[in-house]
């Protein structure tokens, strides 16, 4: 069965509450002051999505503190969506030697093992995070995600039973579900949690995609005919969009 599986990683979550913390030193120590102060205007620079502006201002923040995991998590924030994935994860490696309780960084990094098919970092990644913070959706979303692949489809399910009553309203964790159980056999689950991703984000290609499999399974050709042909109005790009799209 094809499915769209998506393992989002958090953009900022971090930058507020990291250069509060380094600005509580400025009284104390002057590059640690100077390091906030560029660590809080690459923030800035990220929101925007100004991501060379930001990088040059976590690179300054970095030579004023090395020793600054925020930066340094920062930095590898703005390199993955530059699409730098091998200096992300240096940089997500890097934050985690200097504070090994940076639960975001576990999670982050562990999207980038799952992008490079390192299922078991992603597993262990999203153990460490859990156990920093188990209230932390993504974590239990993303252990689910690698689960899956790995073939432990009742694991799987269980991570994303308590990752969705955490947060219930990402819409990547139901459709993820949605594949999960459709790989078990339960297409109407599948069909439930697919419908609930869309109606949660109306622009999710893939969540279509995997309804109209579900659909097809079932027998409604003309359901899941309309589900691929949104699909491939949504993302004509997305190879699962692309073929289904032909099942005329």
């Known amino acids: 069965m094809?499915?769209?599986?998506?393992?989002?990683?958090?953009?900022?979550c971090l930058l507020i509450i990291c250069s509060q913390t380094l600005a509580m030193a400025q009284t104390q120590n002057s590059r640690a002051a100077s390091a906030a102060s560029y660590l809080d205007r690459g923030a800035s620079w990220l929101a925007k999505g100004e991501l060379d502006r930001a990088i040059a201002d976590f690179d300054l923040a970095i030579a004023s503190?090395?020793?600054?995991?925020?930066?340094y998590y920062n930095r590898g924030?703005?390199?993955?969506?530059k699409?730098?994935?091998?200096?992300?994860?240096?940089?997500?490696d890097r934050a985690i030697r200097l504070n090994p309780r940076l639960v975001q960084a576990y999670v982050d990094r562990?999207?980038?093992?799952?992008?490079?098919?390192?299922?078991?970092?992603?597993i262990s990644d999203s153990d460490r995070a859990i156990k920093l913070d188990p209230r932390l959706a993504e974590a239990w979303s993303n252990r689910g995600l690698a689960r899956m692949d790995k073939g432990d489809l009742d694991g799987a399910?269980?991570?994303?039973?308590?990752?969705?009553?955490?947060n219930a309203k990402r819409a990547e964790t139901w459709d993820n579900r949605g594949v999960a159980r459709h790989l078990k056999g339960d297409i109407d689950g599948a069909i439930d949690d697919h419908s609930r991703a869309i109606k949660l984000k109306p622009g999710f290609a893939g969540?279509?995609?995997n309804l109209g499999m579900a659909r097809l399974r079932q027998g409604q050709k003309a359901a899941a005919q309309r589900d691929f042909d949104q699909c491939f109005k949504l993302n004509p790009n997305l190879p699962l969009c692309s073929n289904s799209a032909s099942r005329k």
Do not use: C, E, M, W
């Open 157 to 166: 399910l269980a991570d994303f039973d308590h990752s969705l009553k955490l």
């Open 207 to 209: 969540a279509y995609a």
């Open 110 to 122: 562990s999207g980038i093992r799952y992008a490079r098919g390192d299922l078991d970092g992603v």
């Open 83 to 92: 699409r730098d994935f091998d200096g992300a994860l240096t940089d997500f």
């Open 2 to 12: 094809n499915s769209q599986r998506i393992l989002t990683t958090s953009i900022i």
């Open 65 to 71: 503190d090395p020793g600054s995991a925020a930066a």
């Open 77 to 81: 924030v703005a390199r993955y969506h």
